[in-house]
């Protein structure tokens, strides 16, 4: 396993992260961008992306997920033309 600390009300593992994507889409509503995770975890991740905004028709999706991070995805959104940002969170129960 790896290692976790708390510090100023916050949990630090490096087998837990998340965080926010910006999201640029065009005018069909689709768009990805690159998420580097900020310490690499020791095995590929399971991926939960969510968009923090009002978005009644896109579908998140994650692509090429690696220890080091993954591609964050969006089809058919009702955002269009602007950005779209998604929260996502990262974790990973390799015990090796």
Not at 60 to 87: E, I, K
Request: without cysteine; glycine residues 14%; proline residues 3%.
């Amino acid at each position: 396993m790896g290692r976790v600390g708390f510090r100023s009300g916050g949990v630090h593992a490096q087998n837990f992260q998340g965080g926010t994507v910006d999201i640029t889409v065009d005018g069909s509503g689709d768009g990805t961008q690159a998420v580097v995770f900020n310490h690499a975890m020791k095995a590929t991740p399971a991926i939960v992306l969510t968009a923090r905004e009002t978005d009644t028709t896109g579908t998140p999706s994650v692509s090429s997920p690696t220890a080091a991070g993954f591609t964050a995805r969006v089809d058919g959104s009702s955002v269009t033309g602007g950005t779209l940002t998604m929260s996502w969170i990262a974790f990973n129960d390799d015990r090796r």
